[in-house]
């Protein structure tokens, strides 16, 4: 499903939906501790609107469609997405023991909750299923356009002071904050309008996913009081992620930093809290200082593909051994580092060998297709070349449906594939890989639409 781990094709399915921004990532992030403690008796310490109502028509508001979500949990009908939006005051009022054991104050409480109603039409976003998956040409065209490139350029060059200076004190290289500064709110223009802590308020009280969200929105409050984020500043995506690198209210609480020095936090507009709290995320989870992501590599005739996929590490002098080279005819540095194989498009698209700090681009925001824009949207940015190798773009790609065909073929001859879903992830391609070694033909593990046709005639 989107919310676990997400798979490169799965990754492409969220392409156009960016102001979802690292949504997937908080929703990986371990689940929230907190626990339900209703408290009846507060709900007179608040005096909630009466009736909550959902925005009439012609209030400019995005409207709920009033239809029960896609993914079957009984949270998510219409019925009781009603019921739940009814006793949204009651569902606030007994989240203040939580709020008051992480310091916040009653009259902060009171103030940031008063006239809160929620804003039911998150819940088609939660439940929203994609219905066609964008092909990884398509969404790296996008993402990686001469447009995205010559305005990270830009935006380097008008900051390049303080972008020198956070990546001395952080160690992560400048290109790859602007590239996701660039990808996660296209520039700060697509970062959302919906605020954070009615959209996390929303989020805690109704729908499918209430624990986590309580964490969210106690992280929201706590911004506010502090006031790293003015409140009418504090706006984002429907899950609540914000500022043009996209920060979850908890994300934030982690890795956020005052890098100008004026006493706030200010990841939405202040330049230099937005890179060097990104790059601060990023050396936390493990940037490796002067190292890049990863290259473009051609492979030998003959390569063995089963070596492909993150689960087959191997150093790069290995690769090396093993006739792997650099696009570009460069040498590869580092022969000791570990690095994968990296197929997005299978055997007859480009090759990536991918390294440490791939995997850290990939906690930001866990799809491989995210982390590769961002690395050749950085290496771009730096005035590297386009790719070397060309996609196969004859290939048509596959429906969900005709994914969740796959799946069923590939189940019922005896490939594990684990429930299907719709997604390919990394089950699926192993599955794949065998059906195509099974039928002689090159296990690369892309679900292509000749496997599916192999698959149906067999
Ligand atoms: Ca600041």
């Given amino acids: 499903m989107m919310f676990s781990r997400l798979s490169f094709c799965a990754a492409l399915a969220l392409a156009l939906s960016l102001a979802l921004g690292r949504t997937a990532q908080a929703q990986n992030s371990a689940q929230n501790s907190t626990q339900d403690n209703p408290a009846a008796w507060l709900t007179r310490l608040f005096q909630p609107p009466a009736a909550a109502p959902v925005p009439g028509p012609g209030t400019g508001e995005a409207q709920w469609s009033g239809q029960s979500g896609a993914s079957g949990d009984p949270r998510m009908t219409a019925d009781a997405i009603r019921a739940a939006a009814a006793d949204f005051p009651n569902c606030i009022a007994g989240l203040w023991p939580l709020a008051e054991r992480r310091g916040i104050t009653r009259a902060a409480y009171q103030r940031f909750t008063a006239g809160l109603v929620p804003d039911l039409s998150i819940m088609d976003k939660l439940d929203a299923q994609p219905e066609f998956v964008k092909a990884p040409w398509d969404y790296l065209d996008l993402l990686v356009s001469d447009d995205r490139i010559a305005q990270g350029r830009e935006l ?61 929105f106690l992280a929201a409050l706590e ?64 940037w490796v200082r002067g190292q890049s992501w990863g290259y473009e590599v051609v492979l030998p005739q003959g390569f063995d593909y089963l070596l492909a996929g993150s689960a087959r590490p191997m150093t790069v002098r290995q690769w090396q051994s093993l006739g792997v080279r650099r696009a570009d005819g460069k040498p590869l540095p580092r022969p000791a580092d570990r690095a994968s194989l990296l197929l997005p498009a299978g055997a007859r698209g480009p090759a990536f060998l991918t390294l440490g700090n791939f995997n850290v681009i990939m906690k930001y925001n866990p799809a491989e297709a995210y982390a590769l824009a961002i690395g050749l949207l950085a290496d771009r940015m730096r005035g590297g070349a386009p790719l070397v190798q060309s996609w196969p773009r004859d290939e048509r790609v596959l429906t969900v449906d005709e994914r969740y065909e796959l799946q069923q073929l590939l189940a019922q001859r005896g490939f594990r594939i684990g429930a299907p879903d719709g997604l390919i992830g990394p089950q699926t391609r192993f599955a794949i890989r065998d059906f195509q070694t099974s039928v002689g033909d090159i296990p690369d593990g892309f679900a292509s639409s000749e496997v599916l046709d192999r698959l149906r005639q067999r």
């Fill in 156 to 216: 380097l060059g008008q900051n390049a002071p303080t972008f020198a200076a956070v990546e001395r004190t952080y160690g992560v290289d400048k290109s790859i904050i602007a590239a996701i500064w660039g990808v996660e709110s296209n520039y700060g223009t697509l970062g959302g309008d919906r605020p954070v802590l009615r959209s996390t308020a929303t989020l805690s009280c109704v729908g499918r996913r209430q624990d986590f969200f309580r964490g969210e």
């Fill in 223 to 286: 911004i506010l009081q502090r006031g790293d984020i003015p409140p009418d500043r504090f706006v984002g995506s429907w899950a609540g992620a914000f500022g043009p690198t996209q920060f979850m209210p908890t994300t934030f609480l982690r890795y956020a930093v005052d890098f100008d020095g004026d006493g706030r936090r200010d990841v939405v507009d202040s330049v230099a809290d937005v890179v060097a709290s990104t790059a601060n995320n990023l050396k936390t989870d493990g």
